[in-house]
């Protein structure tokens, strides 16, 4: 029996940790989760902005995405955005893709969420 496959598209910042947490959660349930990061949502992704927000104490990520990248959540950022942010350090464990990647995996999963 294969697994599920769920696949997020996160596009607002503010739903990062909400998605993250159910990520978790599935993947926890031999679940295969995948989650890309497209437009603002693309900003958690990097290293300043995600410490920025924990020392607000607006929400501290960085610990999520260490949980879902150990429960083998896949996490994506999409190139366009990432490459066109000046100075952005990705968090260690995220791959670049572009938008056709996103639509094969949307295109085989079993649930695909937008946030």
């Given at each position: 029996m294969s697994k599920k496959r769920t696949v997020y598209f996160i596009t607002k910042s503010e739903n990062a940790p909400i998605v993250l947490q159910e990520a978790i959660q599935f993947a926890e349930e031999s679940q295969e989760v995948m989650i890309f990061f497209d437009l603002d949502g693309s900003r958690v992704l990097d290293q300043g902005?995600?410490?920025?927000?924990?020392?607000?104490?607006?929400?501290?990520?960085?610990?999520?995405?260490?949980?879902?990248?150990?429960t083998g959540v896949k996490l994506y950022g999409c190139q366009m955005n990432v490459m066109l942010a000046c100075g952005m350090?990705?968090?260690?464990?995220?791959?670049?893709?572009?938008?056709?990647?996103?639509?094969?995996?949307?295109?085989?999963?079993d649930a695909v969420f937008s946030y």
């Open positions: 902005y995600a410490r920025k927000m924990a020392r607000e104490g607006i929400y501290d990520i960085l610990p999520l995405f260490e949980t879902a990248l150990q350090q990705c968090i260690d464990g995220v791959e670049h893709v572009g938008v056709s990647t996103f639509l094969d995996l949307a295109y085989e999963a």
